[in-house]
């Protein structure tokens, strides 16, 4: 059974999350503090952990801070009020794995779980053209030069690793790393495409993640024949059953 750390100020969330994620099979403790959480996690450390920001003592940052310093895969789900787009981008860039705005539905928060725990029991290296990825270590490695990754930029690679030369819409990744449910700005897609794009670049090495103009980004090579995207208003997932797109849409 997969142990949860839940630490939150709210003693009803705590409660719901405890008495939730127990019916479900899952070991839960929980903390009324960002001091109290920190000393549980390094003591005992969990499988996941739930993280309110707003707290006394210890805000949930510097919780984060303080256990990526000791484990950089763990996976750490942000649950918070605060919904700004500066906010959510400042969590993530902070090291955590997944960010959940309150209010929020207890399914969602389960699913979204479930997920990052799937997801934290990585595979092999992903290799495409001169970049591979090491997902375990967080770090791809191009042409001899090594890239420190994010959690959601080693996520978000991954998922076109995994599917070269396919089209993936914002709203298919969005679904895809932050949850069918994610409540928050699509254009969280455009800046974690932009940040990977200027670390997988900074050595001068051409551009492998491409946007395809009304459709979406696809991971494709500079010699690689025409993408493929699917009919307007059909998913944007692998397994769509796609036509051929115009190259001059793609850059």
Same mark, same amino acid.
């Given at each position: 059974m997969a142990h949860v750390l839940a630490i939150d100020d709210d003693a009803a969330v705590t409660h719901?999350? =405890? &008495?939730? @994620?127990?019916?479900e099979g899952f070991v839960v403790d929980t903390a009324n503090s960002g001091l109290t959480g920190l000393h549980r996690a390094l003591d005992n450390p969990p499988d996941l952990i739930i993280l309110d920001i707003m707290?006394?003592?210890?805000?949930?940052?510097?919780? @984060?801070?303080?256990? &990526?310093a000791t484990d950089l895969h763990l996976p750490v789900l942000v649950l918070t009020a605060r919904d700004e787009l500066a906010d959510q981008v400042k969590g993530l860039e902070a090291g955590a794995t997944d960010y959940v705005i309150k209010p929020f539905e207890f399914s969602v928060l389960l699913?979204?779980?479930?997920?990052?725990?799937?997801?934290?029991?990585?595979?092999? *290296?992903? *290799?495409f053209d001169d970049l591979t990825l090491d997902r375990a270590g967080r770090q791809a490695l191009r042409r001899g030069r090594?890239?420190?990754?994010?959690?959601?930029?080693?996520?978000?690679? $991954?998922?076109f690793l995994a599917h070269p030369r396919q089209v993936f819409s914002k709203e298919?990744?969005?679904?895809? @790393?932050?949850g069918f449910n994610f409540v928050g700005h699509n254009n969280l897609?455009?800046?974690?495409?932009?940040?990977l794009?200027? =670390?997988?670049? $900074?050595g001068g090495e051409p551009r492998l993640i491409h946007t395809v103009f009304g459709s979406g980004y696809v991971l494709?090579?500079? /010699?690689?024949?025409?993408?493929?995207?699917?009919?307007? /208003?059909?998913? @944007?997932?692998?397994?769509? /059953?796609?036509?051929q797109a115009d190259l001059s849409l793609v850059w």
């Open positions: 719901l999350l =405890k &008495r939730g @994620l127990t019916q707290m006394p003592d210890m805000d949930g940052l510097e919780v @984060l801070a303080r256990v &990526r699913a979204r779980v479930r997920a990052l725990l799937r997801q934290h029991d990585v595979g092999p *290296c992903l *290799c090594v890239i420190n990754l994010t959690p959601l930029e080693n996520q978000l690679l $991954a998922q298919s990744l969005l679904a895809d @790393l932050w897609v455009e800046v974690y495409v932009r940040q794009r200027q =670390k997988l670049e $900074a494709r090579s500079q /010699g690689d024949a025409p993408v493929v995207t699917p009919p307007p /208003g059909d998913s @944007l997932s692998p397994a769509s /059953g796609v036509p």
